[in-house]
């Protein structure tokens, strides 16, 4: 008996359009040219089934913290975060009046240490021409001469001593080392802080990436240099085209992720700006990207090979695709070869279909997946 009740058509999730076509399976003749209803899928997996997504932030490639080389009393800070800066520019001023009397303090010492040797160097020519004369012993020529190199050195390293104390006094205005933009500010004017705290982070201009992070079971899937695809939040659907630029060789303690740079290509990198949330989609190319179509939809077709039920889109009709199948599943098997993603698989109800029969395909939610005047397109007799 063959005939079905519409709950039990309702439990098992049969499309009740499929059920009708089947209806009249109870030995009697089906007539030429009837148009059956039949369930369509797509095969699984493919280009789109097999894009993993991952969460990221728009971030600078280049990300400088700036800090003084001094420590002091911040008492001046012209930037805030998200000023646009150039090379050059200051930034932040240090409370300069101890260094500039470091500097004076140097500027003193090398005064003595110059008259100190001219001092020496004037002792020095005396004694030159008094040991020439006989008049003193070399060893107390000797004896001044060593003086002098002595003051020499003195005023050289109390000169050296002056150019750090400027260079010191120098440091106390915080300047940008290149165009960027700021991205933190971390102190404020008033506050004392040390040497190398950070004060800013500065943004370069010369490039713009996403931060994501990739999962430790699947670290060996990705490679620098994979071509991804990058959608922002603010505008679904518009997948901008990267490159996978840096991944980190060790993962994070914490979250046991390992962290990864994706490179924006060409015109992308202008088209996004710091800290917007974006999503990374990375193809797969393990054994998930395979295509793969259920179980029921497997035929026998010629000569004993496994086949499927294609629906031509032109002429509503159906013809036995020969496949390639890889190892079967539970529910599905992969597709190795014979079909493209865009394929009509009939998906139930093969063993009832003949070579060219018209057809009504429709989707699991009873719906038609082709236009009515394809679909009902009659079959020509035989």
């Known amino acids: 008996m063959c005939s079905v009740s519409k709950a039990n058509a309702r439990s098992y999730g049969i499309p009740l359009l499929l059920i009708l076509g089947l209806a009249g399976c109870g030995g009697q003749a089906e007539p030429a040219g009837t148009v059956r209803p039949v369930l369509v899928v797509h095969p699984g997996g493919g280009a789109q089934a097999?894009?993993?997504?991952?969460?990221?932030?728009?971030?600078?490639?280049?990300?400088?913290?700036?800090?003084?080389?001094?420590?002091?009393?911040?008492?001046?800070?012209n930037v805030d975060a998200g000023a646009q800066v150039k090379q050059g520019q200051v930034l932040a001023v240090l409370d300069a009046d101890d260094l500039s009397l470091q500097a004076q303090a140097s500027q003193a010492q090398l005064a003595a240490a110059e008259a100190d040797l001219i001092r020496a160097r004037g002792d020095r020519d005396r004694y030159a021409k008094l040991v020439g004369e006989k008049l003193v012993s070399q060893s107390t020529y000797d004896a001044q001469n060593a003086a002098y190199k002595a003051a020499e050195g003195q005023a050289r390293a109390a000169r050296a001593q002056l150019d750090v104390a400027r260079n010191q006094a120098a440091y106390s205005q915080l300047r940008a080392p290149h165009d960027?933009?700021?991205?933190?500010?971390?102190?404020?004017a008033g506050q004392v802080v040390a040497a190398g705290q950070t004060i800013f982070t500065l943004a370069a201009d010369d490039g713009r990436e996403v931060a994501i992070a990739l999962p430790e079971s699947r670290i060996r899937d990705f490679s620098v240099g994979q071509p991804v695809l990058v959608e922002l939040w603010n505008a679904p659907g518009e997948r901008l085209p990267g490159l996978i630029r840096e991944i980190s060789p060790a993962?994070?303690?914490?979250?046991?992720?390992?962290?990864?740079?994706?490179?924006?290509?060409g015109a992308a990198a202008k088209a996004v700006e710091l800290g917007q949330s974006a999503r990374v989609y990375v193809q797969e190319t393990g054994p998930d990207a395979a295509l793969s179509v259920p179980l029921s939809a497997i035929q026998r077709g010629a000569k004993g090979a496994t086949a499927?039920?294609?629906?031509?889109?032109?002429?509503?009709?159906?013809?036995?695709?020969?496949?390639?199948l890889g190892r079967y599943g539970e529910t599905d098997v992969p597709v190795l070869g014979g079909l493209k993603a865009s394929d009509w698989v009939v998906g139930a109800g093969g063993h009832l279909l003949r070579e060219g029969q018209p057809v009504t395909p429709v989707d699991r939610d009873n719906r038609p997946v082709l236009s009515k005047k394809v679909a009902a397109a009659p079959a020509k007799a035989d």
Not at 60 to 66: Q, T, Y
Not at 308 to 324: E, M, N, R
Request: glycine share 8%.
């Open 50 to 77: 097999a894009l993993s997504a991952y969460a990221g932030e728009i971030r600078a490639r280049e990300e400088s913290p700036l800090s003084f080389r001094v420590g002091g009393n911040l008492i001046r800070r």
């Open 180 to 188: 960027g933009v700021i991205a933190t500010r971390q102190a404020e």
């Open 251 to 265: 993962a994070d303690a914490q979250t046991r992720t390992y962290a990864a740079r994706v490179n924006l290509v």
């Open 308 to 324: 499927v039920w294609v629906v031509d889109t032109q002429s509503g009709k159906v013809k036995s695709q020969p496949v390639q």
